[in-house]
Structure formats: structure tokens, C-alpha cells
């Protein structure tokens, strides 16, 4: 089965590369055509088989990306939840918008919306417009993303007035999502930290996870524990198999025993159906079904070995069910991790095949999880060992004992849930011990060195399996090369200086380049569950090839400028780590400083008159001046000067408008200037800009109807000075060179004027 799982992938990748479809209805007839014009064609049947596959794939897809996208006006109109999810404070919906042409939306609505179900009907007004560009190289394509779904348009609950419709008889789904937050709401009652956990191996539902506890599975490689998988699926199998084994077998009746075992079997599916079901089927829960159903079918049927044809299987109906899954990092990491079972061919002792399912799906998903820039940490396979035996023995059946007596007997299950509380609590310190670095750490390729030393580890357990060691040893030799040649390399040659400006919003995240030098200027904000250092500069650095840092400077202590700093430093090699001088008793700064210093990397605290160089470009540190003090974070800003003979760049931090005066009577001119405190009125005066006599101005903000930046009054400035403006709210990222012939900059959306057409808010156009 897997010739046709993989022609069904292939068209589903096909469609979203090419977007041929609806001209996909065709191939239907080309298919009878060539069935019937070639009926002596060797293979026949399977090219058939592959075309139909492919085509069918294909318009799966299509389905999804040229759904009709919803329009709607003023009034309010009806609408039906597909999916409910809680966010920071508010509720994120999908809905089934009946407006003047229905279509599949995603909303905002208040916190309230979060206790309606699935399948529910209310009544709402919303405002809606397509989904954003992809605004940074590397980073998330919402809008592709969500076309994947079928979904055209997001939007909000206007004036968050959202009201349930009531009706006599509640939908099948609406009555199993009620079910389900009951279930949860046991699992969790909120009275213990480790409650979100429990909901999340119970139910599937990870929203109330804290951002520590998901970062300290994913830093120790065993964030699968919390997504109900193969694992939790299996090891409720097999308990409840076990559970009903052991009393059949000990009943008078010979018919029974004999029957046993089968009973048994087909009692653990139907129990780990209703398991699967309760957490919501997701992708790992529904392939982790999908495979048991099929192995206790062929073990019922006398042939156990058809864990190829199931996973084949699984991946078809994923497909077909959700074809957008083919592009998600989940589905790659289940699919793999399975094969890399299946590859190894665990041996039947429990110890040693723990062992050897930790080592084959580590190195079936190193290369993946690589690719996808999530950290591989290198004692990942230890933690695994350690603590997956824990989960599968004692925390699974825990958190369902415990869910199940606090439904029960809720008064008995209070000091149950506080033993298991303390109980997982002695986990996470040991997951915080088993936590460590990223093994792709300072590696040139680190997917092409991971994806070597996965196929030595298969290549030596084959040879293993059928040759002897000496030939092992031989062969191994040529695999190994690629590590060797891969382990280090430089960072890509530049001719020009370079300056990228990323869109991160309301912040700061700049990437200097010239040579193989590499500078980063702030990582951009993080608050709640975003992190720009995580989710758009480390993308962007791997997207231009940059694997290590000369510096990170991070200009001051304000959370949208050193936010996503601490991600820089945990995931990417930095040589020195420069904070302001004026802020070395500053808590966050010092805190940054220590994690800099764990991770290797020099911090030097910076003052005016210090200097350095950046390939052939020289940089000056202007600002702060050496025994500086002020209670407001922006007056300590580092100001960095960036000259070269083609041309200067100011980095003036969020300095104000009086530390601008004082600067502007001993600053030459500078071509290009990034804008203070993202273009706020209190910076960017007219005396500064004068002093400097910019021909370019760079605006790093964000641009909403609540805080528009640059403020008029700098646009004024701007205008009257005839200075040219960029923007990253309207042009995404921006790559600024300094070339012999001038100065050239380059945006990542190609026109700005799109990002806010009329076409966008009406709902009229397709992606």
C-alpha cells in the first residue's frame, strides 16, 4: 500500500506547488482514455493505480484552496463553531459563517466564547479580511496556511458580542465536546500546577499549558509526552488488553480461554477507540487508532507482520481527511518515527525494545525536527529512556485513575491528585536535569549531518540484523563521510554590507552581514506564547545560511527589543553578548548576561567611545556614555554607528528626544537612520535629523488602528526634510545593501500597497 499513499501525498504537494486544479477534473477523463488506449501497456494497472492516487490528491487539496471565502456586512448573521481554542485572553473560533456567500473563517472572540462546543450555532457580527503575507524569509505563511484548511478570511467578533442560538437537540459532536471539557475539567480541576498536564494526557487539550512547562519538555526532547500519540494509545491497549486477559483466562469455561487472547485484543482497541475519540483524534492520535485497529485485525487474522501496509494505510486516510497535514511538522515526526520503528525491528524483550524504539525514533526524526528548526538536544535519547517507561506505567494510568475517582468520589480523589501532583513534580526537576543543547549547535548543515547520522544508525542496525561486524564496519566508513564534511562551515560570503530588518511587529530585530561576519541588533518581542526570537529571527537566520553570531547586541532592557534574545542564545552559537553599560545592575539584563555566559559566549557591557568592526565596516558605539544612570530603560539604549565606504547606518535604540539633542552636535551626516523607539512623537527631532541629513528612514513598528507608528508628527518631519520612508508594517522585511553604485533596498512584500487593499477586507479575491 504504499505505492498509493505516496501517488496521494505526490498530488497533494503537487496541487499546493502548482494550483492546476480545477483543470484536475480533466485527468479523470484522460485516465479512461489511457486505461482504454493502453490495454497491452506493461504495468498498466499500477500506473492507473498511481494516477488515480495522484488525482485524487489533488483535488482534495483543491477543495481546500478555492473554498469560498465568506462575505459578510454590518449586521449579524449565524454561524457554526468547527473548533474551539482558549488563547492568552481571548477565544480563538473556527466558524461556518452563513453570511451573503457562506465560508470557513478563523475569529477572535472574548474568553467567554471558549465554553461553547463544536457544533453549536450563534449568533455574532464580524469583521473579517484575508489572512497576512508571509512578511519574513523563513517564517510562518499564514495565509498559504490557512488556505490549506480552507480557510480565505480571519477576523474578530465585532464589539466581542457573540450569543449562543439555542436548540431542542444538540448535534452528536456538540454532546462528545461536552463530554470532553467535563472530562477535562475532572482531569484538571485547577487546584494543582500539574493539572494542565493531566488534561493534556487525558484529553489532548494543551492550551492551559503553561510556556515553561511545554519549553522544558521540548528543551529535554520529550514534548511527544504530551501529545496523546502512539505512545499513550498503545500503552491504553494494551492495559486494558491486559486488564481482561488475565480474569478470561482464569475462568472454568475452555471455550473462553481459548478465546482469550482474541477477546482480549479486540477489548483493548475498543477501549483505546474511546480513548482516541476522547482526545479529540488528532493527527498522531487518529494515525496511532488507524495503526492498532489494523494490528489487532491481522494479529485476530493470524498475520502480525503488516506494520508497513497499516502505516501506508494511516497516511492515506490522514489525507484524505485532511490533506493540509502533508505540510505540518506533526505528521512528518509521527510518520517517521514509526517507519524508524518499524526499520529497527525492536526485539520482543520489553527493556531492550524500550531501548531500541528510543534510538530508532531519534534518528528517524533528528532530521526532520532539523529541518522544521526545532532543537535536537543531545540527551534527548536519555530522557526518553528515562522518563517514557515513567509515563507509560505510572502517569498514564494515573491520570485516568485519578480522573475517573474525582468524577466518581471527588472528595477520595483530593489527596490522590496531590500525591500525583508532588509525583510530577519530582518528574519535571528531572526533566529539568535531562534537559540540554541543541546537537546542531554550530553545525553548517546541521539536516545534512543529521540526516547522515540517521542512515549510518539504520545502515549498521541492517547490517547488523543480517551480516557480520566486520562488514558493518567496512560499509559504515562511507556513510560516516558526509558527517565529517559537513560538521563546520563558514558562514556565506557577502560582498556588500547588508542590513535586514525583520518584521517582528512592535520592535526591534536587525541582521547585519558583511564577509562571513554576522551581527544581530535586538531579537524582537516576546510576550504570552509568542516569541519573535523563536518564531521570525531565528527562521530568517537559517534562511540566509547564518549559523553562528560575532555579536547580539541587545540595546536595552525593554521586552520588545531583548525579548526573543534568550531563544538566539539557546539555539545559535554567539561569540559576544553586548548589553549597555548603564544597565549592569538591571535584573533582566544581568539574567541575559548569566545565560549568555552558560552558553559560552563573552558579554561585554558597552559605553560610548567603544569600537569594533564588522567585516570591512567599522562600528562606533555612541551612546551611553560611560557612568550613565536613568530610571527609564530607553535614555540607557546603546546607538551604534555603522560606516563604510559605500555608505552609514545609524541603530539609535529607543533613545529620546533629549539624548538625540545632545548627540546631534558632534554626529556627521548618515545616509540611512533607523527610527527611535519605532517612530514615536517623542523621538526623531527635527535637529537630529537635520544633524544627520538621512536620505533613507527606516521605520521597524507595527501599523494597527490602536498604534500607528510612525506618529504624524515624524511623518511630518520626514516629508519636510524629503526623507524616503520603509516601513516593516507595510513591506515585511527589509534588506537594505550598501553598494558601490548606492544604496539598494529590497522588500519582502513586493507591493506594500496590497497589504491593506480594499480587495483584502471584502472578501472578494482567492489566494
Known amino acids: 500500500m504504499a505505492r498509493p499513499a505516496l501517488a496521494l501525498a505526490f498530488g497533494v504537494w503537487l496541487e499546493d506547488r502548482y494550483m492546476f486544479v480545477p483543470s484536475t477534473l480533466l485527468w479523470l477523463g484522460l485516465l479512461w482514455i489511457a486505461s482504454a488506449a493502453l490495454p497491452r501497456v506493461r504495468h498498466r494497472t ?8 495522484t488525482t485524487i490528491g489533488a483535488l482534495l487539496l483543491s477543495l481546500r484552496l478555492f473554498a469560498p471565502a465568506p462575505v459578510v456586512t454590518d449586521a449579524a448573521v449565524e454561524a457554526t463553531l468547527l473548533d474551539v481554542s482558549s488563547a492568552l485572553d481571548d477565544c480563538r473560533l473556527e466558524v461556518w459563517i452563513h453570511g451573503a456567500q457562506a465560508g470557513r473563517a478563523r475569529v477572535r472572540a472574548p474568553q467567554d466564547a471558549c ?3 463544536p457544533g453549536e450555532r450563534v449568533l455574532a457580527a464580524f469583521q ?7 512578511r519574513n524569509p523563513g517564517g510562518y505563511d499564514a495565509r498559504r496556511s490557512l ?9 474578530s467578533v465585532v464589539a466581542g458580542r457573540i450569543a449562543r442560538i439555542e436548540t431542542p437537540v444538540p448535534t452528536l459532536r456538540t454532546r462528545w465536546a461536552r463530554v470532553r471539557g467535563r472530562v477535562g475539567d475532572a482531569a484538571d480541576p485547577g487546584l494543582f500546577p500539574s493539572g494542565p498536564i493531566l488534561r493534556a494526557l487525558v484529553t489532548g487539550d494543551r492550551s492551559r499549558l503553561s510556556p515553561k512547562q511545554s519549553n522544558l519538555f521540548v528543551a529535554s526532547g520529550t514534548a511527544h509526552l504530551l501529545a496523546v500519540s502512539g505512545l499513550h494509545v498503545s500503552w491504553v491497549l494494551l492495559l486494558a488488553r491486559w486488564m481482561l486477559l488475565f480474569p478470561l483466562r482464569a475462568l472454568p469455561f475452555l471455550v473462553v480461554q481459548r478465546r482469550a487472547s482474541a477477546i482480549s485484543w479486540a477489548f483493548g482497541w475498543g477501549v483505546a477507540t474511546g480513548y482516541a475519540g476522547l482526545a479529540g483524534l488528532s493527527l498522531p492520535t487518529l494515525r496511532a487508532w488507524l495503526m492498532g485497529g489494523i494490528f489487532v485485525l491481522a494479529i485476530l487474522r493470524g498475520r502480525p507482520g503488516m506494520t508497513w501496509n497499516a502505516l501506508a494505510l494511516a497516511v492515506m486516510v490522514i489525507l484524505c481527511a485532511e490533506p493540509a497535514e502533508l505540510f505540518g511538522g506533526s505528521f512528518w515526526l509521527s510518520v517517521s518515527a514509526v517507519a524508524g520503528i518499524a526499520f529497527w525491528r525492536p526485539p520482543p524483550v520489553a527493556w531492550r525494545a524500550t531501548f531500541a524504539c528510543t534510538i530508532a525514533a531519534g534518528l ?18 536519555l530522557a526518553n529512556l528515562v522518563m517514557v517507561p515513567l ?8 491520570a485516568f485513575g485519578t480522573t475517573l475517582l474525582t468524577w466518581l468520589w471527588p472528595d477520595a480523589a483530593l489527596p490522590v491528585q496531590s500525591w500525583l501532583d508532588q509525583a510530577l513534580s519530582w518528574m519535571m526537576a528531572m526533566l529539568h536535569g535531562l534537559a540540554s543543547r541543541d546537537v546542531s549547535l554550530g553545525l553548517g548543515y546541521p539536516r545534512l549531518v543529521l540526516f547522515a547520522a540517521a542512515m549510518v544508525g539504520f545502515y549498521l542496525r541492517a547490517s547488523y540484523l543480517r551480516a557480520g561486524h566486520r562488514a558493518v564496519m567496512q560499509r559504515s566508513a562511507l556513510l560516516a563521510l558526509p558527517l565529517v564534511l559537513s560538521v563546520m562551515s563558514p558562514l556565506p560570503w557577502v560582498e ?21 561576519s554576522a551581527w544581530l541588533i535586538d531579537a524582537g518581542p516576546s510576550y504570552g506564547r509568542f516569541d519573535a526570537g523563536r518564531a521570525v529571527v531565528l527562521p530568517g537566520l537559517r534562511a540566509v545560511g547564518v549559523t553562528r ?11 520588545d527589543h531583548r525579548g526573543g534574545a534568550v531563544a538566539v542564545l539557546n539555539q545559535i552559537p554567539v561569540e559576544e553578548l553586548w548589553l549597555s553599560g548603564a544597565e549592569q545592575q538591571t535584573p533582566s539584563q544581568q539574567e541575559l548576561a548569566r545565560l549568555a555566559n552558560a552558553r559560552g559566549a563573552r558579554v561585554r557591557w558597552m559605553t560610548a567611545g567603544l569600537s569594533d568592526t564588522l567585516g570591512d565596516v567599522s562600528v562606533s558605539m555612541l551612546w551611553p556614555v560611560a557612568n550613565f544612570s536613568s530610571q527609564t530603560s530607553n535614555r540607557r539604549s546603546i546607538v551604534l554607528r555603522f560606516e563604510h565606504p559605500h555608505g552609514c547606518v545609524l541603530l539609535p535604540g529607543d533613545i529620546p528626544a533629549e539624548t538625540e539633542a545632545r548627540l546631534a552636535a558632534s554626529s556627521p551626516s548618515c545616509e540611512v537612520l533607523k527610527l527611535a523607539h519605532h517612530g514615536s512623537a517623542t523621538s526623531t527631532v527635527m535637529s537630529w535629523l537635520r544633524a544627520l541629513q538621512p536620505e533613507i528612514a527606516i521605520a521597524s513598528a507595527s501599523n494597527t488602528p490602536t498604534r500607528r507608528l510612525p506618529a504624524a508628527v515624524v511623518r511630518a518631519r520626514l516629508d519636510e526634510e524629503q526623507v524616503k520612508l520603509y516601513e516593516t508594517a507595510d513591506s515585511g522585511r527589509l534588506e537594505l545593501r550598501l553598494e558601490a553604485g548606492g544604496i539598494r533596498v529590497d522588500t519582502f512584500i513586493d507591493d506594500p500597497s496590497l497589504h491593506s487593499s480594499d480587495d483584502e477586507k471584502t472578501g472578494t479575491d482567492r489566494p
Do not use: K, N
Not at 488556505?147 to 477576523?155: C, F, K, L, S, T
Not at 553570531?549 to 521586552?559: F, G, I, K, W
Open 496 to 516: 556588500d554590507p547588508t542590513f535586514t530588518f525583520f518584521d517582528v511587529g512592535h520592535g526591534d530585530a536587525v541582521l547585519v552581514r558583511h564577509h562571513e
Open 364 to 381: 528517524a526524526t533528528a532530521p526532520t525536527l532539523a529541518h522544521l528548526g526545532w532543537p535536537v538536544p543531545r540527551a534527548g535519547w
Open 128 to 134: 473579517l479580511e484575508a489572512p497576512r503575507r508571509q
Open 147 to 155: 488556505a490549506r484548511h480552507g480557510v480565505h478570511r480571519v477576523g
Open 46 to 53: 499500477m500506473i492507473l493505480e498511481l494516477l488515480c492516487a
Open 391 to 398: 509515563f507509560g506505567t505510572l502517569v498514564v494510568p494515573a
Open 115 to 117: 465554553g461553547y462546543s
Open 549 to 559: 553570531l560575532d555579536r547580539l547586541v541587545v540595546t536595552h532592557a525593554d521586552m
